[in-house]
């Protein structure tokens, strides 16, 4: 125990004793807030499962038992047929860089529509600085219409196949870079920008030549991670009919026994370039991110 | 009960701390001193585990430290105090929250998330606050506070820890020099009155000699003075800053009776 000799603290208890109880006044107040706050938490919580479990058709309580038997079944088949695997790989490689390439494509693409929208919603970059509330709203828009959904309608329009997800996905894309690049590209200076203006520059010169070159390192960070949810987003498109990986698993799970080895592959497959091009691409943001220029 | 033997720490390429011994037997002050660079502050961080050693050995008591792991580890930084140059508290929390802090490794988890500390700890930790002459901000955020206001709230959560030993990484290096006088005090009180063992890294030389029972300078990671303070004279801190002639002890100094002293001096000139 810390012995309390200090001449201040003996000439003055009752002063000390004050501070003491005030500061435990403060602490039971706090402590009260923290329990309701807990007390509310897990009531939601409880309420929100008692909710969802009710107008679940199987429901959640009968069907837990069963959770692992799909699992099970998969890996025992796979097991069963792993001489099989090499030759599943090789058939869905196809598959997989369909997949990839649709996630590029809309990446890129959505890439550029979103850095045209950025600068014109940003405040003090704007072309026209009166529409930039009209150009949060088409963003606001883009990114609240999930690729899925505008995938279906594409996909009614236009046929299955990889374009719609495309679309879909660069919509989507589109909408959720703008809204990142334009909180980047809000704090950049504006001081190169004046210096181009003063030359007789015109809009879009000087976003090229003054505002680019200060947020790209931060913009193609945005950009990698989009990519990275876009070969997710791509995977799952595949199951409404747009191709690729998802299309082949849709099947093989579908048709059940005798095909989950194929749907063993296809995981494999899916997972690995998952992880590869999460590596590939953490990698990559951290050089960006640290300000290494090598 | 304290011995340092031929403790080394690597980073890649280069050495930070050489090959370093000394001997500790009983509570005293020691003023580590040296540039910046030196490996002060791997020094430190090494006693207090916050390192890891590439070689050597550090024994307390004859139990050895540099070996501990996890539990064993957390208990012994619990025995023995950090303080930092910038203070490292948790801006957002209040002032007693952070002294409360010290008690963490023998607390759970789920207690300190509710907050859910003992009165008799609440009481202590205003009570060490007092002490130190701050206790009308028990109630304040940290981030409120002043420099030197923080520093020691940092010292009071060092106390809360009822350690043996208190380390102290240039304490007053980014406080002003009557904040800095202050806080030197409350260290020095610290060891007078508790008799624990203060071990603190010093820039300057004059705040070692006036402090310290013992001074310990490095020089690129060895140790090239171990003495009493007396013993350090102007050739002896050359040494210790690689100097040259011209090295003067008060262009160190941050001490503001040191300031009076070059002014003295300077009057004295003309």
Known sequence: ?294 | MLHVSSLTKRFGERTAVDNISFNVDKPCMIGVIGRSGAGKSTLLRMMNRLADASDGSITYEGREITGLKGAQRREWQSRCAMIFQQFNLVPRMDVVSNVLHGTLNKRSTFATLFNLYPQSDIHRAIEILDRLGIAEHASKRAEALSGGQQQRVAIARALMQDPDIILADEPIASLDPMNAQIVMEALRRIHEEDGRMVVCNLHTLDTARRYCDRVIGMRDGRIVFDGVPDALTTDAAREIYGAGDDFSEGATSTEIEALDRTELAAAAYA
Not at chain 1, 8 to 26: K, V
Not at chain 1, 72 to 85: D, M, N, T
């Open chain 1, 1 to 294: 125990m810390t012995d309390i000799s200090h001449p201040a603290a003996a000439a003055a208890p009752q002063r000390i004793a004050d501070l003491q109880s005030g500061y435990m006044e403060l602490a039971r107040k706090k402590r009260l807030y923290g329990g309701l706050t807990l007390v509310v938490f897990v009531l939601l919580l409880v309420s929100g499962f008692m909710v969802a479990d009710s107008r679940n058709a199987g429901g959640f309580w009968d069907g837990l038992a069963n959770v692992g038997d799909y699992p099970a079944a998969v890996i025992s088949e796979a097991w069963e047929k792993r001489a099989e695997l090499p030759a599943n790989l090789v058939k869905f490689f196809p598959a997989l860089v369909e997949t990839l390439n649709i996630a590029a494509v809309s990446t890129l693409v959505g890439a550029m529509i979103g850095l045209v929208l950025s600068f014109l919603s940003t405040r003090g970059l704007a072309r026209w600085p009166r529409l930039v509330p009209l150009f949060r709203r088409i963003m606001d828009i883009m990114r609240a219409v999930p690729e899925i959904v505008i995938a279906l309608v594409l996909i009614f329009m236009l046929g299955g196949g990889p374009v719609p997800a495309m679309i879909a996905i660069a919509f989507h894309t589109a909408g959720a870079l703008g809204k990142l690049f334009s909180e980047v590209a809000e704090n950049a200076d504006l001081k190169p920008v004046d210096g181009l203006s003063s030359v007789g520059a015109n809009w879009s010169q000087r976003m090229i030549l003054g505002v680019v070159p200060q947020v790209a390192p931060n913009f193609l960070s945005y950009s990698l991670l989009r990519f990275e949810i876009n070969i997710r987003a791509s995977a799952i498109l595949g199951f409404v009919g747009a191709g690729g990986l998802g299309y082949e698993l849709r099947n093989a799970m579908s048709w059940g026994p005798g095909q989950f080895d194929a749907a063993a592959a296809i995981f494999i497959l899916l997972f690995a370039a998952i992880v590869l091009f999460d590596q590939i691409s953490s990698r990559y943001r951290n050089r960006l991110t640290e300000g290494g220029h090598a």
